[in-house]
């Protein structure tokens, strides 16, 4: 039987526009296709408000193969950087979430089998020590700075699993598998807490059995290590990949004219808040979180649009200066709400564009599902559009 594709409101393919020599283009890249897509690293790891794949990989396969240098400024989980890799490009990311940078990098390391196979071994090892020491009566007991800070989100013995999971994986003198191993320990985080996804607050408490927690850690590495012996065969030629962590305001370590293409969605005014969606897993993985708390663009704890505004020109004078003449920065952008009604993105993004020098290329944009009552209203006359615009550097 044929099973329905399901298809978020955000993701629905309800009318299209598009202008400019590239707008039809521009245009298939929105697209949602009904199937599939998450597939290779992209399926691990949840990330809030990412790519479908087949959009970077539409605006990049003419340049299959070539030397062309892409940047993601706003990367996330990296979607536009596998993409790139996938089709032999050399790329850079950068996200100032530290979150990202840990989930970028993974879902962009491509592994040979003998690494696969040492890295599931050591975490088959942590396994059978954190099942050993399920059953003792006195367990080592583990020091966690933000202890308090997250006990009140997990039932007695999820916690108690949790926190022998991540000492043990601290205690990894290998970096490569360390490092994997917490990310795939960051992929768990709100699965097993009382928090409902990463972007919705808290729920009943869930149930899951004893044991439950080092089963799905063995079975997510597995999957992702699979995924990464896969990524290195399929690709065309050598990774060249290079993430930072900084301030797309500044961007203070890049250059003049690095990239040929930026591809990136930077984040909406108002409607997630990346901080606290990831406040967990940094708080687990004690990762230095103030620059990214005080700096993150468009959070919905600042709904204030100004704000974005302001940012945004900074960012869009950043890009400028990293990208090169006759270059291609291609922005996604959705309408969002203000008040009561909803602003429209396309207008708000060419204004800040035009002050900053940038000429419009090309855009197409394709009508988005309304998700909620206060969406229906603030959209009933104009519809919510998502938008991708091509900007040149002159
Ligand atoms: C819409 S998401 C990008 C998702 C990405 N396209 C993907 O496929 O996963 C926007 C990203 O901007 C990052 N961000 C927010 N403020 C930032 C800033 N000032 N500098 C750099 N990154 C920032 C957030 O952490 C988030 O990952």
Redesign the pocket.
Known sequence: MATKARRSFSQQNLEFRHSGELGEQLAEALRVPAHGGYVLTHRFHP?P???HPHLPRRLLKDHEGTDIRVF?????????LVEAMLLGLPTEG????PV?SLVARERTQPRSSEQAERIKGEAGRIAAQVEALRREKNPPRVRQRNLERLAPHYQQHLLAELLQWLRLVNALPQIPARETLRAVFSSGVVKYSNRLSDSVGERDPPRYPKGAVTRFFVAKCDELLEAQVTLGRRLIAPAQVRLHQ????LLPSLGWGLFDIII????YPGT?D?YEQHRLRMDWLELESES?QS????ARRETRQRRWSH?MKDVMTSLYRVLRPGGSLFLVLGDWVEGDHGVDAATALRRIAKAVGWREGASASARRGTHSRKEQKAFSKKGKWEHLIEFRRP
């Open positions: 990330y408000g990412r790519f993601d400024p706003f990367m996330g989980g990296g979607t536009a950068n996200d100032l979430n990202a900084e301030d797309s305001l990136t969605s930077p984040p997630y990346y990214f700096g993150e663009l468009g940012g």
